[in-house]
């Protein structure tokens, strides 16, 4: 029904009209940010060579969207954002522009799939191991 809307307020422009959903799927992210987040899970990623590896911990409001392929894709995606920018912290993450698409931050990335998923996710904390360091 939305992708119709959208269609219909961009004149059949799929570019413009896919542009419009994102917005407001950003949109709708915005107004459950305050929700509270106790599901979730714990992900994991070795990088080839087994010399980089990272811990996330994701969290969403239920166990149901903690299983769909969108939020694991979307852990996976900062696990790999994590280990190849080495973010200090969460807040460093969120504001930098994502190894995929320079032209969207990560906040934006998390903010789509919170649109998509109707549910508020945070990312709580990671950790990023590199052989040697301490």
């Not at 980089?52 to 995606?77: I, Q």
């Not at 906040?107 to 709580?124: R, Y």
Request: aromatic share 6%; net charge positive; charged share 40%.
């Amino acid at each position: 029904m939305e992708c119709r809307k959208a269609l219909e307020e961009t004149k059949g422009d799929f570019k413009k009209a896919e542009a419009l959903l994102t917005k407001w799927g950003i949109e709708r992210s915005e107004k459950k940010v305050d929700r509270e987040t106790k599901a979730g899970h714990i992900d994991s990623y070795i990088h080839a060579g087994g010399k980089v590896g990272v811990l996330l911990e994701l969290l969403c409001e239920t166990d149901f969207v903690a299983r769909t392929d969108d939020f694991k894709r979307l852990s996976h995606e900062l696990c790999l954002q994590i280990s190849s920018m080495e973010p200090k912290d969460v807040k460093t993450l969120l504001k930098q522009e994502y190894i995929r698409d320079p032209k969207i931050k990560i906040e934006d990335l998390v903010k789509a799939v919170i649109g998509k998923l109707g549910e508020n996710i945070t990312i709580a904390r990671f950790t990023r191991f590199k052989l040697g360091e301490k």
